[in-house]
């Protein structure tokens, strides 16, 4: 994750710290706000709104941060949100990313050394871009794959002023889909009948520009790949909700245009990106000594078309599924809908206690086609012990103050 501010610590612990922080999530067309609370098998939700329009270019209005801000100040006086924290997740188009593989070294030496890599890998100036890493899985053979990640300095302190307030502190910036990976992971954890699919697995986030293919093996995360196209839905219009209140009057309803979508079928338009995907699991099954996911899950905002869990399964050869992440939340609030909301969960449930188990089952209309995956699956993969990884960049101990819009900057 990304940290915000360089403020002192003592003016930090004076401030209050709920159980849980308020999860922002910046999407294209709007900004969701969410809040948990810990529950046994669901999550239990404190307040939720969604909020029409988006800082940064998309399908949506674009609002200037200080509207923003006010119709997010607005939300969490007005809605029921506690505390201070907020942490923020942005969409996978504004990130730049890329795994490099570097010698084994300390965390001090690696970020000197990302930042190096990062600068002349994507010629950017380091100045006004801010740069995190993810190590990948376990060191190997005296080097590590590390996730660089990049952000441009103006995209941080855009978020940082539609947050910032006098009652309101940001303090982590977070890529979506390593969010959305969160909520998947222990959901699955939850409801898989046996744990260790929720350990193995791939999962495709879906944004209407980019997708992101994560790898999950032994629980770290150990491949992503952003993979750029249309993928948004087709037909897909956002609408203004008002029910029980929680969504924050905006503009009137938000069409988003689709010129490419063909209305005779959309299974074309997944089979680049079952390809490409199945192009990145044979890479990364050389690499790993023959590890094979045991299921792909597909989610993201624009992860609403079946025939994309169909044609990726089709073209890999392993059981694909959409995510259902809202079953994780105890009575949702109406403003809450489909899989726009992953990474917004994942976002707000990072401090809470893992779910208990729940297990749920699993439709086989293809019991022998999934039998014949998991015989290679289970033939192919290794069973070494991997290091743990929550799959969130941390730049900082601990979250710091945010300081004023003009000087914003990330730890």
Same mark, same amino acid.
């Given at each position: 994750?990304?940290?915000?501010?360089?403020?002192?610590?003592?003016?930090?612990?004076?401030?209050?710290? @709920?159980?849980?922080?308020?999860?922002?999530?910046?999407?294209?067309?709007?900004?969701?706000?969410?809040?948990?609370?810990?529950?046994?098998?669901?999550?239990?939700?404190?307040?939720?709104?969604?909020? @029409?329009?988006?800082?940064?270019?998309?399908?949506?209005?674009?609002?200037?941060?200080?509207?923003?801000?006010?119709?997010?100040?607005?939300?969490?006086?007005?809605?029921?949100?506690?505390?201070?924290?907020?942490?923020?997740?942005?969409?996978?188009?504004?990130?730049?990313?890329?795994?490099?593989?570097?010698?084994?070294?300390?965390?001090?030496?690696?970020?000197?050394?990302?930042?190096?890599?990062?600068?002349?890998?994507?010629?950017?100036?380091?100045?006004?871009?801010?740069?995190?890493?993810?190590?990948?899985?376990?060191?190997?053979?005296?080097?590590?794959?590390?996730?660089?990640?990049?952000?441009?300095?103006?995209?941080?302190?855009?978020?940082?002023?539609?947050?910032?307030?006098?009652?309101?502190?940001?303090?982590?910036?977070?890529?979506?889909?390593?969010?959305?990976?969160?909520?998947?992971?222990?959901?699955?954890?939850?409801?898989?009948?046996? @744990?260790?699919?929720?350990?193995?697995?791939?999962?495709?986030?879906?944004?209407?520009?980019?997708?992101?293919?994560?790898?999950?093996?032994?629980?770290?995360?150990?491949?992503?790949?952003?993979?750029?196209?249309?993928?948004?839905?087709?037909?897909?219009?956002?609408?203004?909700?008002?029910?029980?209140?929680?969504?924050?009057?905006?503009?009137?309803?938000?069409?988003?245009?689709?010129?490419?979508?063909?209305?005779?079928?959309?299974?074309?338009?997944?089979?680049?990106?079952?390809?490409?995907?199945?192009?990145?699991?044979?890479?990364?099954?050389?690499?790993?000594?023959?590890?094979? @996911?045991?299921?792909?899950?597909?989610?993201?905002?624009?992860?609403?078309?079946?025939?994309?869990?169909?044609?990726?399964?089709?073209?890999?050869?392993?059981?694909?599924?959409?995510?259902?992440?809202?079953?994780?939340?105890?009575?949702?609030?109406?403003?809450?809908?489909?899989?726009?909301?992953?990474?917004?969960?994942?976002?707000?449930?990072?401090?809470?206690?893992?779910?208990?188990?729940?297990?749920?089952?699993?439709?086989?209309?293809?019991?022998?086609?999934?039998?014949?995956?998991?015989?290679?699956?289970?033939?192919?993969?290794?069973?070494?012990?991997?290091?743990?990884?929550?799959?969130?960049?941390?730049?900082?101990?601990?979250?710091?103050?945010?300081?004023?819009?003009?000087?914003?900057?990330?730890?």
């Amino acid at each position: 994750m990304f940290g915000f501010g360089k403020q002192s610590r003592s003016s930090w612990i004076t401030r209050n710290r @709920p159980s849980a922080p308020i999860a922002a999530d910046f999407g294209r067309s709007s900004v969701r706000l969410l809040q948990l609370a810990a529950g046994a098998t669901e999550y239990r939700c404190t307040a939720a709104a969604e909020i @029409p329009g988006s800082p940064f270019e998309g399908n949506g209005h674009k609002l200037d941060p200080q509207v923003l801000a006010s119709r997010i100040h607005d939300a969490i006086r007005g809605l029921g949100f506690g505390g201070q924290r907020v942490a923020a997740t942005l969409p996978a188009e504004l990130f730049q990313t890329d795994i490099a593989r570097l010698p084994a070294m300390s965390d001090k030496e690696l970020a000197d050394s990302v930042r190096y890599e990062a600068i002349d890998r994507f010629g950017i100036d380091g100045d006004r871009s801010v740069i995190g890493h993810l190590r990948l899985g376990a060191t190997a053979g005296g080097s590590n794959d590390v996730l660089m990640m990049v952000l441009p300095r103006e995209v941080v302190d855009t978020t940082s002023a539609a947050l910032s307030s006098s009652n309101t502190l940001a303090f982590r910036i977070e890529h979506a889909a390593l969010s959305a990976l969160r909520a998947v992971t222990r959901q699955r954890a939850s409801e898989c009948a046996d @744990p260790a699919e929720s350990r193995d697995y791939a999962m495709i986030h879906l944004e209407n520009r980019v997708a992101t293919l994560i790898l999950l093996r032994d629980g770290a995360v150990s491949f992503l790949r952003a993979i750029r196209g249309d993928w948004a839905p087709v037909g897909m219009t956002m609408h203004r909700r008002t029910s029980t209140g929680r969504i924050v009057s905006g503009d009137a309803a938000i069409a988003i245009d689709n010129a490419s979508a063909d209305e005779s079928g959309t299974a074309w338009r997944w089979c680049s990106l079952a390809e490409e995907s199945l192009r990145c699991l044979r890479h990364f099954e050389r690499s790993a000594g023959g590890w094979w @996911p045991r299921e792909i899950v597909i989610t993201g905002p624009a992860a609403t078309d079946p025939q994309a869990a169909a044609t990726v399964e089709s073209v890999c050869g392993v059981r694909a599924s959409l995510a259902v992440p809202i079953r994780m939340i105890d009575e949702p609030e109406a403003c809450m809908h489909g899989n726009e909301w992953v990474a917004a969960i994942g976002s707000a449930c990072a401090e809470l206690p893992s779910l208990a188990r729940n297990v749920r089952s699993i439709p086989e209309p293809a019991a022998q086609a999934r039998t014949a995956i998991q015989q290679r699956t289970a033939a192919a993969m290794r069973t070494a012990a991997r290091a743990a990884n929550t799959g969130t960049i941390q730049l900082d101990p601990e979250p710091k103050p945010v300081p004023a819009p003009t000087n914003g900057a990330a730890a």
